[in-house]
Each structure stands twice: as structure tokens, then as C-alpha cells.
């Protein structure tokens, strides 16, 4: 059973960066998609950002080039480093991982850590 749980949200200025960490309880293989995605009360939950069976990153347009995907196999740890922040990344971040196919199949989930930026 893979466990994801994720740390490192909090409250910055607009502006400011944030490190969030997503702890996996087991090894997960180029077989897998590891992913963050974001979610706003009364909004679709959005992927943020992911690392695919090709093993390259992927990110949503509105990242900008703000924000930096990796995964350390050492540490099984999948990380979001967040630059530039603005007002609009405000949501919960949710840590995904599931079967990588012609699509991901995002079967596990985090629960979350929540990421405030205020003007």
C-alpha cells in the first residue's frame, strides 16, 4: 500500500517561496506518475506539476516556470519547490502517485497541506 504525506504549506507574502514535501512509504518505480496537484473550495482540483513513466517533469502553464518538480529516490521523497508566489497559488496541495499507461492513474493521494499567499 503506497502512503503519501505531504508537509512544508504555510502562510507567505506574495512574492515569497515555499518547499513542499510529499514522504512515500515505498520505492516508487518509472512505472508510477508522482504528481502534485492543488485544489480551491468550490473549484476543480488542477494538476500542479508531475513526473511521468518518460521520467520528465511536466508542468501546468500557470506554474510560469515559478515552480520545480523532483523526486529523490533516496529520501522517497517527491518535492515542489514554489518561487515568485502569488495570491492566486492559494489551495490546498495535494502529494498524488498512481500506475503510469497511456494515462496516469492517480490511486493514491496525500491529504494535503494547505499554502496561503497573501498581497
Known amino acids: 500500500q503506497v502512503q503519501l504525506v505531504e508537509s512544508g504549506g504555510g502562510s507567505v507574502q506574495s512574492g515569497e517561496s515555499l518547499r513542499l514535501s510529499c514522504k512515500q512509504s515505498v520505492y516508487l518505480s518509472s512505472d508510477y506518475c508522482v504528481a502534485w496537484f492543488r485544489q480551491v473550495p468550490g473549484k476543480e482540483r488542477e494538476e500542479v506539476a508531475s513526473?511521468?513513466?518518460?521520467?520528465?517533469?511536466h508542468y501546468a502553464k500557470f506554474t510560469s516556470d515559478r515552480f520545480i518538480i523532483s523526486q529523490s529516490v533516496l529520501n522517497l521523497e517527491l518535492s515542489l519547490k514554489m518561487y515568485s508566489l502569488k495570491p492566486d497559488d492559494t489551495a490546498m496541495y495535494y502529494c498524488?502517485?498512481?500506475?503510469?499507461?497511456?494515462?496516469?492513474?492517480?490511486?493514491?493521494w496525500g491529504q494535503g497541506t494547505q499554502v496561503t499567499v497573501s498581497s
Open positions: 498524488a502517485a498512481g500506475p503510469a499507461g497511456p494515462t496516469c492513474d492517480y490511486k493514491y
Open positions: 513526473i511521468r513513466g518518460d521520467g520528465r517533469p
